[in-house]
């Protein structure tokens, strides 16, 4: 009963406070200058299309960095928890098993796309990583017995990771900072090869997510 | 758009109400989860600018102009971060409940008592 009331009490206190900001709020009108700076930037400085990608990938480099860390760390903790189990085998219906048999290819091929276009469209290393991972799962869904090569996920993990923290050491070594895009050539705004080490950066994200995330499907679906 | 600010301040809400009414730890999951969209649709509805289009910067905005044609691309940045490590805590804290269940065969968090005072 006093539980109740407490937790009805706090709801009171978090409705009262969350109300003054929502009644109180202002749109705003113009960019503030960091953001006009990161826009004008994104054209001019970089030669990208999609500023959200610029901001994650140079502009905020270190910071993605700490989230791709972070992303490591649970991916650790959930191995480390969970370990490895047999699951009961299910027969999936034939329907799934070859509907999946064909889309796996696809599913992997548009989160490439996803992840290597991330500098024009909207997209790119995480949710191309997602997509791929999803591929790995439907696999899974479809035949439950089926065995991952964790050598090679795990390889492409590591490298993938110790490939981007080199693209940034390189931009350090010629003196243009941390996980500099520019260290390659421009390019043209708006093609596919373009934005300097954007795309490269991306990629090894996208790639990093990947794996990442269908480890933690494979270590979950033991459970 | 401020229809979304609400909806993400109900969700909100509803998320921490969850968190702290269940008793199943599960539904707690859950709870943090549909709290975590909220905040993801307050951000993201913060950065908007009326009549303005996503920071992408193809046809649809003129090149010399783009800075009073695109929305803030901030809050899509801390956003996309979010929803990144959003997922990491969800998937960490499922299988905590796991590891729980394996101990005491119960998912009623009244059966955790260890840490209470």
Not at chain 2, 82 to 92: D, E, N
């Given at each position: 009963m006093i539980k109740k009331i407490f937790v009805i009490l706090t709801m009171i206190g978090l409705i009262m406070m969350l109300s003054s900001l929502v009644?109180?709020?202002?749109?705003?009108?113009?960019l503030n200058d960091l953001s006009a700076d990161y826009v004008t930037g994104s054209i001019e400085d970089l030669k990208s299309q999609n500023v959200v990608t610029s901001v994650i990938v140079t502009y905020r480099g270190l910071d993605t960095l700490g989230e791709v860390t972070v992303l490591f760390l649970a991916t650790a903790g959930i191995g480390f928890l969970l370990g490895k189990r047999k699951g009961k085998k299910r027969v999936a219906s034939e329907l799934l098993q070859t509907s999946s048999s064909f889309l796996v290819a696809l599913i992997i091929l548009l989160g490439v796309y996803i992840f290597s276009h991330g500098h024009l469209t909207p997209g790119g290393g995480f949710q191309g990583g997602v997509v791929i991972a999803n591929a790995f799962l439907l696999l899974i869904l479809s035949d439950a017995s089926i065995k991952f090569n964790h050598t090679i996920l795990q390889l492409v993990e590591s490298l993938s990771g110790a490939f981007y923290v080199i693209?940034?050491?390189?931009?350090?070594?010629?003196t243009i900072g941390f996980l500099n895009a520019k260290i390659i050539p421009l390019g043209?705004?708006?093609?596919?090869i373009s934005?300097?080490?954007?795309?490269?950066?991306?990629s090894l994200i996208?790639?990093?997510v990947g794996s990442e995330l269908t480890n933690i499907i494979d270590t979950m679906r033991g459970e | 758009m401020i229809f979304a600010l609400i909806l993400g301040f109900a969700l909100l809400v509803i998320g921490i109400y969850g968190m702290l009414s269940q008793r199943n730890l599960i539904k707690i999951v859950i709870g943090f989860s549909i709290a975590d969209t909220g905040i993801h649709i307050i951000i993201?509805?913060?950065?908007?600018?009326?009549?303005?289009?996503?920071?992408?910067?193809?046809?649809?905005?003129n090149l010399k102009n783009a800075v009073n044609e695109v929305?803030?691309?901030?809050?899509?940045?801390l956003v996309l971060t979010?929803?990144?490590?959003?997922?990491?805590?969800?998937?960490?804290m499922l299988s905590f409940v796991v590891e729980l269940y394996k101990k005491k065969q119960s998912l009623s968090i009244d059966d955790y008592q260890e840490l209470k005072w």
């Open positions: 009644l109180n709020f202002e749109f705003v009108e113009q693209v940034g050491i390189i931009g350090l070594v010629l043209e705004f708006g093609r596919l934005a300097g080490a954007i795309p490269i950066i991306y996208g790639l990093k | 993201v509805s913060i950065g908007y600018l009326r009549n303005r289009t996503a920071p992408i910067l193809n046809s649809a905005v929305v803030d691309p901030i809050p899509s940045v979010a929803i990144v490590i959003g997922l990491a805590v969800t998937a960490l």
